[in-house]
Nanobody, 127 residues
């Protein structure tokens, strides 16, 4: 079992930055690939970024590539999402998710591949 708690969301002006954190409980965090997803009102949950359990492979949605950076600290049981140059269309609830896998080199984009989810943190970008 893994419990995930996101933090770092808030209100920011367009062009600003936020850093989301996702703290995981449990001793096996390093056995999980991690992903960030987001869901805006009236829209489906969409993949934002993912990272393998080693941290050696990352993958980003085209909409955030070059602006967002995912990273992890297995020593701290935490995954991060640094969000720069934020746009109003980035407004959503952001969720972190964990997939129990030790596969390397591949990041799953589909939400159904992930085993555990956090409660989400609201990010609002004003124009």
């Amino acid at each position: 079992q893994v419990q995930l708690v996101e933090s770092g969301g808030g209100l920011v002006q367009a062009g600003g930055s936020l850093r989301l954190s996702c703290a995981a409980s449990g001793r096996t965090f390093s056995s999980y690939a991690m992903g960030w997803f987001r869901q805006a009102p009236g829209k489906e949950r969409e993949f934002v970024a993912g990272i393998t359990w080693t941290g050696g492979t990352t993958y980003y949605a085209d909409s955030v590539k070059g602006r967002f950076t995912i990273s992890r600290s297995n020593a701290k049981n935490t995954v991060y999402l640094q969000m720069n140059s934020l746009k109003p269309e980035d407004t959503a609830v952001y969720y972190c998710a964990a997939e129990r896998t030790t596969r390397v080199g591949v990041v799953n984009l589909g939400p159904t591949a992930y085993d555990y989810w956090g409660q989400g943190t609201q990010v609002t970008v004003s124009s």
